[in-house]
């Protein structure tokens, strides 16, 4: 039986195709795409020697509902592109694919812009690309007919999700693989958010060893991590860079957005192993930042919903004082504001419960959020139960961390050499060599006894940055230590330089809390020696000190990485405290069998960077806390806490 071909487009390239593929099938030629499809169509080809304007739109919406699959080639700016090879039935389409080649070239926001002026015009006119030469189309041609003859032969294309991009001034061809967009207009199928589909029943989770923390091994995720995620061209992630100046192997990997990008961190003791964890950084990133696993469709007041919803006024918020000025970017909460809510699951009333979306999700910018909110809580995993494992540890360790900075802790200081781990000795023998940086470790393990530290780096030396702080928490507070250092790590030396060149703004922050607003601002504040005074409560020469040995580590007794979940739970729970789970997984995710999620710890103080932003409005553990410690005889007041900017990085 003949195959019929439908072709579109009046240029080179599709004149070329044309009397290839003449003699094999039969071929149904148009100029430009009509409301009315001729019958019987096995394959459609959309072909111009430019950029056209809405013709792939168009072609999307008409194959689309016509069950026809369909491939594209055109030139733009001197390249060409042949792909993808659209399905019908499938997710994965030309805009997916342009919306992926966009964000990841460097020239984004001028390339959007082109697009929607483009897309403004009426005259759906392709403009001619003046580079597409006739060597240049015929190269395309022969990749066009190589691809047309699978599809139709094989009934498989090796260009679903992927394109060919081809330099047309040197036919240096290249391919690349892209994402689906989990939000696309034309080809998403995303499934409602439902109370059901939030319901969480923890399984077990096997270990990758005695010694691990994860369930699948860094080897099994190199497999796919690379290969799938990061691409200079179409990927979600579209760079890396390896810093070899720092006393670990730091690798930031560069995660491109609408407008502007992001560099997500990768620290471990090799370069492979911190590329991997620098792609999950950026996929838990990506997860985070928006609904794009499934669709939201609960809008409501939190009067309305309180029977099924979490109280946000129990997540603390930020004071009158700052609500009530005019510059400040959110309202107080209200009770009868409608905004749009997210399904968790409460793993202590082991029920779904409803969350606001800009709590669940912490994309700056959201139009019904009442606080600033963080990725605090966010974690991504090789399990649920790992995700959620980890999640629970960062948002203990910040807690610690803020905890003991507002109401200044007398910390014991950890004696280092009481650790008996030769790779941490080395550590901080390296990081002394390297750096110059002496190491203080302090326990900040609160009331419910999941091991937490605080760690300072002090610079011996007479320039660079003073002191550099980070937090700590893990059933093993050794491994906890180890975390810490990395994050430390990550920063000295590279710091310096900025510190020198925005000397003046950071000494004016010393006197103005009020000018630390930005995330950096945070921890290049306390690089200046003028401000270590403030840190005396930890680094006095008084402090108690303890050995690691006193520190009570959980233990972990088998192989379940649930079991230990079930430990960080039940700890929580004997001090009142919730655990509330969304699950933010997203396809793309989903398809190598990660998850993510956001936990949420009613009570527990939230990380935030810009003094203005300090949430504590509502959580009474920053008074009572440091009381059931024994810290302070009486609960503290609010004149009590500290006033400076925390020194979190």
Not at 286 to 311: I, Q, W
Not at 416 to 424: K, M, R
Not at 438 to 458: D, Q
Not at 494 to 504: G, P, T
């Amino acid at each position: 039986m003949t195959q019929n071909i439908l072709l579109i487009g009046d240029g080179l390239l599709a004149n070329y195709v044309h009397d290839q593929l003449c003699k094999q099938y039969s071929i149904i030629r148009q100029h430009n795409l009509t409301e009315e499809l001729p019958e019987n169509i096995h394959l459609a080809l959309v072909l111009h020697d430019g950029s056209p304007s809405t013709i792939h739109h168009d072609a999307e919406l008409m194959f689309r509902s016509n069950h026809i699959p369909w491939l594209r080639a055109f030139t733009s700016f001197g390249e060409g592109i042949i792909g993808p090879y659209i399905h019908p039935l499938a997710t994965g389409c030309s805009n997916c694919s342009d919306g992926r080649r966009f964000i990841a070239g460097f020239d984004q926001q001028e390339m959007w812009a082109l697009q929607r002026k483009y897309a403004l015009k009426a005259d759906n006119v392709t403009r001619r690309d003046v580079r597409a030469t006739q060597n240049g189309m015929l190269q395309m041609c022969h990749l066009i007919r190589a691809e047309t003859e699978k599809i139709l032969t094989h009934n498989h294309s090796s260009l679903e999700n992927e394109l060919i991009l081809l330099n047309l001034q040197t036919l240096q061809c290249t391919r690349h693989s892209f994402l689906p967009d989990p939000l696309c207009p034309v080809c998403s199928n995303l499934p409602d958010d439902t109370a059901d589909a939030a319901a969480i029943s923890l399984q077990p989770s096997l270990k990758t060893s005695e010694v691990a923390y994860r369930c699948r091994s860094i080897h099994e995720l190199n497999t796919f991590l690379t290969r799938d995620y990061l691409d200079y061209r179409v990927g979600m992630l579209n760079g890396k860079m390896q810093h070899s100046l720092l006393p670990f192997a730091d690798v930031i990997i560069n995660m491109p957005l609408m407008f502007g990008n992001e560099g997500v961190a990768g620290r471990t003791h090799s370069f492979a192993m911190s590329e991997a964890t620098a792609i999950l950084e950026g996929l838990e990133r990506y997860c985070g930042m928006s609904p794009r696993g499934k669709k939201t469709n609960v809008h409501g007041s939190f009067r309305e919903l309180e029977d099924h919803a979490l109280n946000p006024l129990s997540l603390g918020v930020h004071t009158n004082e700052h609500y009530n000025r005019n510059s400040f970017p959110f309202k107080p909460f209200d009770p009868d504001y409608e905004q749009n809510w997210v399904w968790g699951y409460s793993l202590l009333q082991n029920r779904p419960l409803l969350v606001p979306e800009s709590i669940a999700y912490y994309s700056l910018g959201h139009r019904d959020a009442f606080v600033y909110e963080t990725s605090n809580g966010c974690a991504i995993g090789g399990s649920l139960e790992e995700a959620i494992f980890h999640g629970i540890l960062e948002i203990v360790e910040r807690d610690a961390f803020l905890l003991t900075w507002y109401a200044e802790l007398p910390l014991p200081r950890l004696d280092l050499s009481s650790a008996n781990d030769t790779e941490l000795q080395l550590m901080i023998q390296r990081l002394y060599t390297i750096t110059g940086y002496e190491l203080h470790a302090f326990n900040a393990t609160m009331e419910h006894g999941i091991p937490s530290l605080w760690v300072i780096a002090k610079n011996t030396r007479e320039n660079g940055m003073n002191v550099v702080c980070a937090g700590g928490s893990h059933l093993d507070p050794v491994r906890a230590l180890k975390s810490a250092i990395h994050e430390i790590a990550g920063m000295l030396l590279i710091a310096d330089d900025e510190l020198e060149q925005k000397r003046e703004h950071y000494e004016n922050c010393l006197h103005d809390p009020y000018l630390v607003n930005k995330m950096e601002d945070h921890s290049m504040l306390y690089g200046l020696k003028e401000a270590e005074e403030r840190l005396h409560f930890l680094l006095r020469d008084d402090a108690p000190m303890q050995s690691f040995q006193e520190m009570n580590g959980l233990q972990s007794f088998d192989l379940d990485l649930t079991s230990d979940l079930h430990q960080l739970l039940n700890r929580l729970q004997q001090s009142g405290l919730e655990v509330i789970v969304v699950d933010q997984t997203v396809p793309l995710i989903e398809k190598n069998g990660l998850h993510c999620v956001k936990v949420i710890i009613p009570g527990m103080l939230p990380m935030t960077f810009g003094h203005h932003l300090t949430r504590v409005t509502g959580l009474d553990r920053v008074y009572t806390v440091p009381m059931t410690l024994g810290y302070s005889a009486e609960p503290l007041t609010n004149e009590q806490l500290n006033p400076h900017p925390h020194p979190f990085p």
